[in-house]
């Protein structure tokens, strides 16, 4: 068959190179200049530092089977997430663990007594938490959640942690020892020469055609036997039953000699600070030796037409809208949708690269039968 695959990030390329390997046509295309969609990483010509273009994005895994294909097509180095947080004039360590909480009140306890101390705090009496702030209040108690949680959430997603699903903050631990990784999988770590050159590698295959700063074409369709369209989900329809909600982010850089914060990513707790952090790039490689630096303060406001599109805001009227861009997307024969963009969901690399194996292998099982999708 010959596919036609709109958008060069993981899901496309993960997925091109397994119908490819398996004898189908796959053309990839994108509007970007450069494939891996929002991981893709640049040297930056004048410091020679790795930079995480649209964002830092840290690889991490529990799906063995994942870990082996990324690391099939790139060297990963071992690099752990350690992210700070300047709140109320004070650097704490995140995610909250027991330095942070003894460090916060002044404390030296053990894991018990902090456990006991936390539970304490907490507000025992909310037991099924459904919004961002009842996780909080739930599980950290109102000063943690004010320092930490509070202030950063609404700069992150302009809204009320109140209209915010306690989904969001389960992404985070919380921790009574000391370990300060951000993320709890088993298996971390950083392309050696980042995620551009690992996606180039995925789509090296002498049955893709990769066509980059090409924008998608309604009348592309007439030449394939079926479209893969990891764009946004409301953008195939043109928006016609109006647009999904997004959070986008701008990104203010700028350079610096020697190491300018001491760490990859600093977070601002305080809702008087406008950005809600700084990444310093190099600290991302820290294999690599550079004398200068590059950094960008991240800033978080609502998506506009002509906007990236990064976080789908997925709230109440966005849900509705949604299911009837879902029922829409099912009726359209010929075109899958995939990905975080045409699934509108908020995945991590790793959730999105199972999903592309998984949808590939379903796509040949079912080839295997009558040959047709
Ligand atoms: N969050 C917060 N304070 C922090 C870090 C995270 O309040 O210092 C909240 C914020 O609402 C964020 C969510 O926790 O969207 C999930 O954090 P994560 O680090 O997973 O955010 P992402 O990777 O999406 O930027």
Same mark, same amino acid.
């Given at each position: 068959?010959?596919?036609?695959?709109?958008?060069?990030?993981?899901?496309?390329?993960?997925?091109?190179?397994?119908?490819?390997?398996?004898?189908?046509?796959?053309?990839?295309?994108?509007?970007?200049?450069?494939?891996?969609?929002?991981?893709?990483?640049?040297?930056?010509?004048?410091?020679?530092?790795?930079?995480?273009?649209?964002?830092?994005?840290?690889?991490?895994?529990?799906?063995?089977?994942?870990?082996?294909?990324?690391?099939?097509?790139?060297?990963?180095?071992?690099?752990?997430?350690?992210?700070?947080?300047?709140?109320?004039?004070?650097?704490?360590?995140?995610?909250?663990?027991?330095?942070?909480?003894?460090?916060?009140?002044?404390?030296?306890?053990?894991?018990? $007594?902090?456990?006991?101390?936390?539970?304490?705090?907490?507000?025992?009496?909310?037991?099924?938490?459904?919004?961002?702030?009842?996780?909080?209040?739930?599980?950290?108690?109102?000063?943690?959640?004010?320092?930490?949680?509070?202030?950063?959430?609404?700069?992150?997603?302009?809204?009320?942690?109140? $209209?915010?699903?306690?989904?969001?903050?389960?992404?985070?631990?919380? %921790?009574?020892?000391?370990?300060?990784?951000?993320?709890?999988?088993?298996?971390?770590?950083?392309?050696?020469?980042?995620?551009?050159?690992?996606?180039?590698?995925?789509?090296?295959?002498?049955?893709?055609?990769?066509?980059?700063?090409?924008?998608?074409?309604?009348?592309? %369709?007439?030449?394939?036997?079926?479209?893969?369209?990891?764009?946004?989900?409301?953008?195939?329809?043109?928006?016609?039953?109006?647009?999904?909600?997004?959070?986008?982010?701008?990104? $203010?850089?700028?350079?610096?000699?020697?190491?300018?914060?001491?760490?990859?990513?600093?977070?601002?707790?305080?809702?008087?600070?406008?950005?809600?952090?700084?990444? $310093?790039?190099?600290?991302?490689?820290?294999?690599?030796?550079?004398?200068?630096?590059?950094?960008?303060?991240?800033?978080?406001?609502?998506?506009?037409?002509?906007?990236?599109?990064?976080?789908?805001?997925?709230?109440?009227?966005?849900?509705?809208?949604?299911?009837?861009?879902?029922?829409?997307?099912?009726?359209?024969?010929?075109?899958?949708?995939?990905?975080?963009?045409?699934?509108?969901?908020?995945?991590?690399?790793?959730?999105?690269?199972?999903?592309?194996?998984?949808?590939?292998?379903?796509?040949?099982?079912?080839?295997?039968?009558?040959? %047709?999708?």
């Amino acid at each position: 068959m010959d596919f036609l695959m709109v958008g060069a990030g993981l899901s496309c390329a993960v997925m091109g190179r397994k119908l490819a390997e398996a004898g189908h046509r796959v053309t990839v295309i994108d509007s970007r200049d450069h494939v891996a969609g929002n991981c893709h990483t640049e040297r930056d010509a004048d410091t020679g530092v790795l930079v995480h273009v649209y964002g830092p994005h840290i690889f991490h895994t529990d799906d063995e089977e994942v870990w082996d294909y990324v690391n099939h097509y790139t060297t990963f180095l071992p690099y752990k997430n350690r992210v700070k947080s300047t709140t109320q004039g004070q650097v704490f360590s995140l995610p909250v663990n027991l330095h942070t909480i003894n460090q916060f009140f002044g404390k030296t306890m053990r894991p018990d $007594e902090a456990r006991a101390f936390i539970e304490d705090q907490a507000d025992t009496s909310i037991d099924d938490p459904q919004t961002f702030e009842e996780q909080a209040l739930r599980f950290v108690g109102p000063d943690l959640y004010e320092a930490f949680f509070k202030g950063y959430t609404e700069k992150q997603w302009g809204c009320s942690p109140t $209209e915010l699903p306690a989904s969001i903050l389960k992404r985070l631990p919380v %921790r009574f020892n000391y370990d300060d990784n951000y993320f709890f999988h088993r298996f971390q770590g950083m392309p050696e020469d980042g995620y551009t050159p690992m996606v180039e590698a995925i789509l090296d295959h002498r049955n893709i055609t990769v066509s980059l700063s090409t924008p998608y074409e309604p009348s592309m %369709r007439a030449d394939h036997d079926h479209v893969v369209w990891s764009g946004p989900l409301d953008g195939y329809f043109d928006y016609d039953l109006g647009r999904l909600g997004y959070r986008t982010l701008d990104f $203010e850089r700028f350079t610096a000699t020697g190491d300018w914060q001491g760490c990859a990513v600093m977070n601002y707790g305080d809702r008087d600070v406008p950005f809600t952090r700084i990444t $310093e790039h190099k600290h991302f490689a820290p294999w690599e030796e550079h004398e200068g630096s590059v950094l960008y303060r991240e800033y978080s406001r609502a998506c506009e037409p002509g906007d990236i599109p990064y976080y789908p805001i997925r709230m109440v009227e966005e849900k509705a809208l949604l299911a009837d861009y879902i029922q829409k997307a099912e009726r359209e024969t010929g075109v899958t949708f995939v990905g975080r963009l045409g699934t509108y969901r908020y995945l991590d690399m790793d959730v999105t690269i199972r999903e592309a194996l998984d949808i590939a292998d379903g796509f040949l099982a079912a080839l295997g039968g009558d040959g %047709r999708l």
